[in-house]
Each structure stands twice: as structure tokens, then as C-alpha cells.
């Protein structure tokens, strides 16, 4: 699994963050982390992220 982030799109919203916190995450500057290739036991919470992302801005690639 391949997590692609938009950062075009994003605007830091954290929505992901609650969703997928072993895999999103806000840095010290308040911007948007991410591991690109989580544990494939992750997949639930990185799908549930992405359809809460505000403007959709998070991809999941197999």
C-alpha cells in the first residue's frame, strides 16, 4: 500500500491525524506528516482518513 498526499490540496485540516495516527501526523510547524508506505494492517484507518480529508486531498495506491 502507497499513501499519496496531494499537498497542493491539503491545508492541514488533521482530519487524517484522528483517523490514522500511526500514519498521519501534524510536525512542529503545524503541517501535515506521513509515512507513504504504512503496514498493510493499516489500511482501514488510512481508507477511513482519506474519506474524511475535507478536500480529498489523500490517495490510497495498492
Do not use: W
Not at 502507497?2 to 485540516?13: L, P
Not at 484522528?18 to 507513504?36: C, I, K, S
Amino acid at each position: 500500500m502507497k499513501v499519496v498526499v496531494d499537498m497542493n490540496k491539503c491545508q492541514d485540516h488533521g482530519q487524517c491525524v484522528f483517523a490514522a495516527p500511526d500514519v498521519f501526523r501534524l510536525d512542529e510547524a503545524g503541517h501535515l506528516a506521513y509515512v507513504a508506505d504504512p503496514d498493510e494492517s493499516l489500511r482501514a484507518d488510512v481508507e477511513d482518513a482519506a474519506d474524511v480529508c475535507p478536500l480529498q486531498a489523500i490517495t490510497v495506491e495498492d
